[in-house]
């Protein structure tokens, strides 16, 4: 499942859709009913109905939500559901129109630690205090709301854990105890620290507030708390329920439930959410880019697991778009053994491959549409996947061995494979599976994976170091050797991907900004002297029309070298938001013009702008910018809205062929470079097809 925002704009001139893809099985929080259940998880908002037991809606930042962090959930009398996330404030979302509404961000904090609600109120906590929000009787006009902020000396803390409604008033958790207040909003009394430091859940049971804390449960007696019971250890206690008149503790060590005498336990694992429904529902955690789903007792004391079939984790450590318009995308290691990677269907479902090697970084697809994977582990090597059969093949330098840990990877159009390994050398391996090692003097092996290959039209192989960029030349003959030529241009910085454009120009990323290798040094694009938008560059690719795209630490820029002009995507206004600021958040890049794909890796998910270029019927339409064209001034003329299938002829006023070239069919334009031509009027002939329209364009000194 996917969330999609259809792009009302152009992307430099493109239309499409926005898609994020998320895994939703650590799961925070759940509200509902007994016929839908809404469960805020680390990727969204997932709707999943009882009935069919089917995982059916997700909505992500590119369906409404500001991030795809979900802390907690509240559902309000009319059935709305209220979400705190994760750097993106309160939300408010509504069954009947599958909408969002964003709370102000000016009237509350952007990250929410809990939620309650209680007739026309709604209670927030957050590490900034605790909040109440009084409607006015109008659910969804935040305009008229009052909001009133408790915080210290008012309250014991302000980090608030929990917040709850009982008849005895509104309840504020913190760290350190738990506050009182009258249903007027006038403070009632503090417990300091009733039993242990905080007060993580608040429920009402038999007319009376219970609290959790990380040491047991408590009563309130109407003057203070009596123990129901302690627990044999401190405890990770994340939420309290009543089913059946029965009192249970979601924690980090299962479900337990209170039979009287003592706690015992019910189910094991990592437990983050609890709602007592007519079954009793509980949200998984586990691995925090992944987790372990949704958990149901049903009265019987049956117990049944139900987990998301979306992305296998998160964490997106390179993804690519195949030849048919499927995806793949590798995850990095969450835990050891992990070898699963991403597949997404052409049926749009995801299922998950097991690799033959664990953790793979590096991806490249060959001329036969199969899959290579670089692994990062000393018993790693290269594998590689055949969707035609759906058979895995590879191999491995030794058991235990640095050439194993493959750094940098990539497939030329010979369909060798060139590895960069961390014991420093460079291994060509040819389709027969011939080999040839090469040392460039003065590279530094990188520490980490994930680096580039890039292969010019001269079928020269370029890579990323940790101090610069590498070039091996085998000069069409991998196994002679005689010929060879290397070279290596340092930089200042790490540079952990590679691009070559049709001009054979090579562009890199570094953490010091993009950057052009020209006449041996390197030209640095930054947030200083140009229009990218970080200066923390991740990846770099190239398209057709030449275009050099970057994926910074604030988003994705497009830099198109024709006209020397910066853009982003749609204001990347589909792009999953990095608010939290996180160093290396962006993880890949991956341009696949046949498809009109382009995919961006994130540690929160992975999103894909799925472009169309619109393509004029008729020849009339063309635009020829500049024109005049000014010598010394400009670089080329373009010819824009072209027809499918165009081609463009330049003529001297006498009737002599100057120029004749196609259009890009990605972009459909087209470019003359006039170069040795003289000054005055020439005849441009666009023709598509049974079409043919003449335009005049006009060079002056």
């Known amino acids: 499942m996917s969330s999609i925002v259809l792009t009302l704009g152009l992307l430099f001139g493109l239309s499409g859709e926005w898609q994020t893809f998320t895994n939703t099985n650590y799961i925070n929080d759940i509200a509902g009913s007994d016929s839908v259940l809404y469960l805020a998880t680390n990727g969204g908002l997932q709707v999943f109905t009882v009935a069919d037991t089917t995982f059916r809606d997700v909505y992500t930042n590119a369906g409404g939500l500001p991030v795809n962090v979900l802390r907690c959930s509240a559902q309000d009398p009319d059935g709305r559901v209220w979400i705190g996330t994760d750097g993106g404030g309160l939300v408010v979302f509504d069954p009947a129109t599958q909408g969002f509404r964003n709370y102000p961000t000016d009237m509350l904090p952007l990250k929410v630690t809990s939620l309650g609600t209680a007739g026309d109120t709604v209670l927030v906590g957050s590490d900034n205090g605790a909040f109440v929000i009084l409607r006015q009787g109008t659910p969804l006009d935040f305009g008229d709301d009052q909001v009133v902020q408790f915080q210290t000396p008012r309250v014991l803390s302000n980090t608030v ?26 403070p009632v009394a503090a417990y300091p620290r009733p039993l242990g430091d905080t007060v993580k859940s608040i429920i009402e049971y038999h007319g009376a507030a219970h609290l959790a804390t990380e040491w047991g449960i408590l009563r309130f007696n109407g003057a203070g708390f009596d123990t129901v019971t302690v627990f044999s250890q401190s405890r990770a206690v994340q939420r309290l329920a009543v089913w059946h008149d029965t009192l249970y503790v979601a924690m980090d060590a299962g479900l337990w439930r209170f039979n009287g005498g003592g706690m015992e336990q019910v189910w094991g694992g990592d437990l983050r959410a609890i709602l007592a429904r007519n079954d009793l529902w509980l949200g998984f955690g586990g691995l925090v880019d992944a987790g372990m789903g949704l958990g149901r007792v049903t009265p019987d004391g049956a117990g049944h697991v139900y987990t998301a079939q979306n992305l296998a984790s998160n964490n997106i450590a390179v993804a690519m778009t195949d030849s048919g318009g499927e995806v793949y995308a590798c995850h990095y290691l ?5 070898k699963s990677i991403s597949h997404r269907r052409a049926d749009g479902e995801w299922e998950w491959l097991r690799d033959t090697i664990l953790n793979a970084r590096s991806m490249a697809r060959d001329s036969r549409n199969r899959f290579w994977f670089g692994h990062f582990a000393r018993n790693g090597g290269v594998s590689v996947y055949d969707p035609a059969d759906g058979t895995w093949g590879g191999f491995q330098w030794g058991d235990d061995d640095y050439r194993n840990v493959v750094c940098g990877f990539g497939v030329d159009r010979s369909d060798t494979k060139w590895t960069f390994n961390q014991a420093g050398s460079i291994i060509a391996i040819d389709s027969s599976g011939q080999q040839e090692v090469f040392a460039v003097p003065g590279v530094l092996a990188p520490s980490g994976g994930g680096y580039d290959f890039a292969f010019d039209a001269r079928g020269r192989a370029w890579f990323g170091t940790m101090n610069g960029v590498g070039m091996i030349d085998v000069r069409g003959t991998l196994h002679d050797r005689d010929d060879d030529s290397l070279a290596f241009f340092t930089a200042s910085t790490n540079v952990p991907s590679v691009a070559v454009d049709a001009e054979d120009r090579v562009w890199i ?20 002297n140009s229009g990218i938008l970080g200066n923390d560059v991740s990846r770099v690719r190239v398209d057709s029309w030449g275009n050099v795209w970057f994926l910074t630490d604030k988003g994705l820029s497009m830099f198109d070298t024709r006209n020397r002009r910066w853009s982003e995507p749609d204001n990347n206004r589909g792009l999953i938001p990095n608010l939290s600021l996180r160093t290396g958040f962006y993880t890949w890049l991956d341009l696949n013009e046949d498809r009109s794909s382009v995919l961006v890796g994130t540690l929160s998910g992975l999103n894909r702008f799925q472009f169309e270029v619109p393509t004029e019927s008729s020849a009339a339409y063309v635009e020829i910018y500049p024109n005049p064209f000014i010598q010394g001034v400009h670089r080329e003329v373009v010819f824009d809205r072209l027809p499918g299938g165009s081609w463009v002829q330049i003529f001297t006023l006498s009737g002599e062929l100057v120029a004749e070239f196609p259009a890009n069919e990605t972009y459909h334009r087209a470019a003359w470079e006039p170069r040795r031509v003289a000054s005055g009027l020439y005849v441009a002939v666009v023709r598509a097809g049974n079409q043919r329209r003449v335009y005049r364009v006009a060079l002056v000194k």
């Open 161 to 186: 854990k929990s917040v709850g409604a009982t008849p005895e008033g509104f309840w504020i958790g913190t760290n350190r105890g738990v506050d009182l207040l009258a249903r007027t909003l006038v």
């Open 334 to 338: 969450t835990q050891w053994g992990f």
């Open 509 to 528: 990323a570094t953490s010091q900004g993009g950057a052009m290798l020209e006449n041996g040094a390197f030209r640095f694009y930054t947030t200083a």
